[in-house]
């Protein structure tokens, strides 16, 4: 049972952030376990990838029969699931047409291409995509450019030109920076990285329609929001607008390596040559994407992920009334604690080294927490959670 964690030999893989000395072994729904066989509650998910949890049974299925049939036909042809699921994208949003890639990062490089695309057939060769301060959007060089988080400008500069940013819910900031050169608008529903901020209903719906009075793209990044996250299918229909638009990633693939770029039928404007990627709609991703949405669509599931997000709300805003704290914040299942003091990354810490078991949570600033459970959690699971957090904040405060 004690068997000692230093052994963990790891040096041969690249650094890249500081971990744990754990080793995550196995899944099953909202827990995991590591190679001590300690148990944790996840309220992480992969950082909101697996909605369905550790493991479901589905997605295994849909792995196991695809992995048996066909794994890899090649791009250059259509294959079955590929098919399937961009029928059921489409006939669930309001977009025509599905790209499929293997990160979020590259479906927002397919997004922005396309939109310089349709620029360059549409608008004079307008470029510029505004984008928004505290923005993520991926860790490529346009995705990082196009990002708005601080620092990020001069990491690996000289950045990629044409990304200016305006002010989340501030339409008179986008309206500053427009120019003959733009040609897009592009943000998160909810911004994940920058702290859980929802775009109001107000500026959503100013902005669509500036947009579209300024033969403007709108373009939604629902890598985080989407795929029943906020309650609904995709977060852009809280808002009662169309975007012309969206990437999906995350979610979408429950885990494994899938992603979406979806534009309408009128700005879908690649031709051979622009857009291609070795294993961009392979059968074995998208058979277990098909498995997932048909998952999120099954009657119920997304009424249930907007209850038990009423729930984690409910009970996120009596922690911070009980330990005086600055209230809660989110949509569905995406969800922040506000602190009063820097002490995120300390209970993170706390939440993963308590015994016997260990909670799972992140702290993407640090005066909050954020949390991003599976969409299958339950209500028990949630209630447990906070009583861990209550646990945690009466050793913090
Ligand atoms: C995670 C994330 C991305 C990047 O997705 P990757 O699969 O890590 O490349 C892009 N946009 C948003 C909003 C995200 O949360």
Not at 110 to 134: P, V, Y
Not at 294 to 320: C, N
């Amino acid at each position: 049972m004690n068997k000692s964690i230093s052994n963990v030999d790891a040096h041969s893989v690249m650094f890249i952030t500081p971990r744990p000395e754990l080793v995550m072994v196995e899944g099953k729904g909202s827990w995991l376990t590591d190679n001590n066989g300690k148990r944790y509650l996840d309220f992480l998910q992969g950082w909101a990838v697996n909605c369905l949890g550790h493991c479901n049974p589905g997605m295994i299925a849909a792995l196991n029969a695809q992995a048996k049939k066909l794994i890899n036909p090649s791009p250059a042809f259509y294959n079955e699931p590929m098919i399937h699921l961009s029928n059921l994208l489409t006939e669930n949003s309001c977009f025509d047409k599905v790209f499929f890639a293997n990160s979020g990062a590259e479906a927002n490089e397919g997004a922005l291409k396309l939109a310089r695309k349709w620029g360059q057939l549409n608008k004079s060769g307008a470029f510029e995509i505004i984008t928004f301060d505290h923005s993520f959007h991926g860790r490529t060089l346009a995705t990082m450019s196009a990002s708005g988080k601080p620092g990020w400008d001069t990491m690996f500069a000289p950045q990629v030109p044409g990304f200016p940013k305006a002010d989340l819910n501030d339409l008179e900031s986008v309206k500053k920076l427009v120019t003959d050169k733009t040609v897009a608008v592009m943000l998160e529903p909810v911004q994940g990285e920058g702290g859980v901020i929802p775009v109001t209903k107000e500026f959503m719906q100013s902005l669509r329609q500036f947009t579209k009075e300024n033969n403007i793209l709108l373009i939604v990044d629902e890598v985080q929001a989407g795929c029943g996250r906020t309650g609904t299918l995709f977060a852009y229909q809280h808002y009662g607008i169309e975007p012309d638009i969206m990437t999906l990633g995350k979610g979408i693939g429950g885990g494994v390596p899938l992603a979406a770029l979806m534009a309408t039928e009128a700005v879908a404007c690649f031709v051979p040559g622009d857009q291609g990627g070795t294993y961009n709609g392979n059968p074995l991703t998208t058979a277990v994407g098909i498995s997932v949405i048909e998952q999120l669509l099954a009657p119920g599931f997304l009424e249930s992920v907007r209850t038990k997000g009423q729930l984690l709300s409910e009970e996120l805003l009596s922690i911070s009334q009980e330990f005086h704290l600055e209230g809660e914040r989110g949509e569905g299942l995406l969800r922040a604690l506000m602190l009063s003091k820097d002490i995120g990354p300390n209970l993170v810490e706390l939440a993963r080294d308590r015994n016997p078991e260990g909670l799972l949570i992140n702290s993407p600033r640090p005066n909050l927490l954020r949390f991003m459970p599976a969409l299958n959690v339950s209500e028990d699971e949630i209630r447990q959670m906070c009583n861990i957090l209550r646990d945690l904040l009466k050793q913090v405060i």
